[in-house]
C-alpha cells in the first residue's frame, strides 16, 4: 500500500504537469521526423567535375545524374580553377594519363566523383571487350567461309548471356541510412528522455522538500524507491510503446522480427534508464547541474551505440562499450528490426539491462540513507 500511494501520487503529479508530459511523447517524435527528413531528403546531391583536354568518350559516359560536367579550356592550374570556381574536381588527360585534382571539402561529393570515373573505367572496358568480341565474330565468321565444307561443321561456340540478379539479404534496394540509423535512435530517444525527465522530476521531489516529508514516514527506503520507479515507469513504458509504434508505422521501415521483441528491450532500457537518472539525481543541487551530467552520462552512450562501429574503433577503447547499456539495447533492436532475430537471441540482453537495473536501484536505496534524517 505504502509503495502504492507514492506511485499514485507521483502519477497523479506528472498528469498534473503538461509540459512535462509533452517533453516526454512529443519531444522524440518530433526529433525522429526531423531525424527522417535529414537522411532521406537529400538524395539529389550532385557534384560538379570541370574536365580538360579529356578524351569526349569518356566525358560522355560520365553519369550525368549525379556528376555536372563543365568544360574548361584554360591554362589555370587545376587549384586555381578549383578555388576560382568551386569545382568539386578538375580532371584532365595526358597521353593515356588520367590526373583528378579533387577539392575534397565535402567528402560525399568526393565519393560522387571518384565513384563516377570509376564506373566509367568498367563501362569503357565493357564496351571495348564487346566491341572486340564481334570484330573476332566477324573475322570468324569470314575464315569459316573461307574453310567451307570443314567450318560448315563446327557448331560455334555461344557466349552465355549473363542477367545479374541483385537480392538483398536485409533491406531493400530502397534502403537509406535512415534505415539503418533508426533502430540505434529508437533506444536512445527512449534512453534519453526517460533519463533527463525521471532525473529533473525526482530532483524537483527533494528540492520541493516532498522527499523530505516521506522520508519521514514509517516508509523504508527500498519502497520509496519502487514506488517511484513504478509512477515513472509507467509513463516510461507508454513512451517507449509510442516511440517504437511511431517509429515502425509513420517511416515504414521494415520490421522482420516481432514488433513486441522490440517494445520489450525499449522498455528495459527505459527503466535502466529510469533507475540511473534517479541515482544521477542525487547527485545535483539544481536542473542545471543536472543538465551538467548528460554530457558525462548520456553522450558517451551515443559514441558507443552502434552509430560508430565499435570494431573500427581503438582497440584499448572496445571494452568500455560493455559498460554501457544503450550498447546491448541498441544492438537488439537492430537485430530484431534488420535481422528478424527471436526472444531466445535477446534474452541474454535482456538478462544484462536487468542487472544494470538492480545495480542502479542498489545504489539509490544506498544514496537516499543520506537524505533521511528522521
Known amino acids: 500500500m505504502r509503495v502504492w500511494a507514492v506511485t499514485k501520487r507521483i502519477i ?22 526531423l531525424m527522417n527528413f535529414l537522411f532521406t531528403s537529400n538524395n539529389n546531391q550532385k ?33 586555381t580553377n578549383i578555388r576560382t570556381h568551386d569545382y568539386a574536381g578538375v580532371l584532365t588527360q595526358q597521353g593515356d594519363k588520367l590526373q583528378l585534382t579533387l577539392q575534397n571539402s565535402d567528402q560525399t561529393k568526393t565519393a560522387l566523383i571518384l565513384q563516377g570515373l570509376k564506373t566509367t573505367q568498367v563501362k569503357l572496358k565493357m564496351q571495348a571487350a564487346r566491341t572486340t568480341m564481334q ?53 536512445f530517444m527512449v534512453f534519453f528522455f526517460v533519463f533527463l525527465i525521471s532525473g529533473v522530476a525526482f530532483l524537483g521531489e527533494r528540492t520541493s522538500g516532498t522527499l523530505s516529508r516521506v522520508l519521514a514516514t514509517p516508509i523504508r527506503k527500498q519502497e520509496i524507491i519502487i514506488g517511484y520507479i513504478g509512477g515513472y515507469g509507467l509513463f516510461a513504458v507508454l513512451q517507449s ?62 559514441f558507443f551505440s552502434g552509430i560508430i562501429p565499435i570494431n ?11 559498460l554501457m547499456p544503450l550498447y546491448y539495447g541498441s544492438q537488439a533492436i537492430t537485430d530484431i528490426i534488420q535481422k528478424g532475430v527471436g526472444l531466445s537471441t535477446i534474452l541474454p540482453t ?23 534524517r528522521v
Open 47 to 79: 557534384a560538379t567535375l570541370a574536365v580538360h583536354h579529356v578524351d569526349s568518350t569518356l566525358v560522355k559516359n560520365l553519369p550525368s545524374k549525379h556528376l555536372q560536367i563543365k568544360q574548361i579550356d584554360n591554362q589555370h592550374s587545376a587549384e
Open 350 to 372: 535482456v538478462v544484462i539491462l536487468a542487472l544494470f537495473a538492480l545495480v542502479f536501484y542498489i545504489l539509490n536505496v544506498m544514496t537516499l540513507r543520506k537524505y533521511r
Open 135 to 187: 570484330k573476332q565474330a566477324q573475322a570468324l565468321q569470314q575464315l569459316q567461309g573461307q574453310l567451307g565444307t570443314f567450318m560448315q561443321h563446327a557448331q560455334p561456340q555461344t557466349v552465355s548471356n549473363y542477367q545479374l540478379h541483385t537480392k538483398y539479404l536485409y533491406g531493400s534496394s530502397k534502403s537509406t541510412f535512415f534505415d539503418t540509423l533508426l533502430p540505434i535512435m529508437i533506444g
Open 241 to 302: 510503446i509510442l516511440i517504437v509504434c511511431f517509429s515502425i508505422y509513420a517511416f515504414k521501415i521494415q520490421l522482420l522480427g516481432n514488433i513486441l521483441n522490440v517494445v520489450l528491450i525499449a522498455v528495459m532500457l527505459a527503466l535502466v534508464a529510469l533507475t540511473l537518472g534517479l541515482l544521477i539525481s542525487t547527485f545535483a543541487d539544481s536542473a542545471f547541474q543536472m543538465v551538467q551530467f548528460i554530457p558525462l552520462v548520456v553522450i558517451p552512450q551515443i
Open 12 to 33: 497523479i503529479e506528472m498528469l498534473r504537469d503538461k509540459r512535462t508530459i509533452a517533453m516526454m511523447f512529443i519531444a522524440p517524435l518530433f526529433v525522429l521526423t
Open 312 to 322: 573500427q574503433m581503438a582497440g584499448w577503447i572496445q571494452p568500455l562499450a560493455k
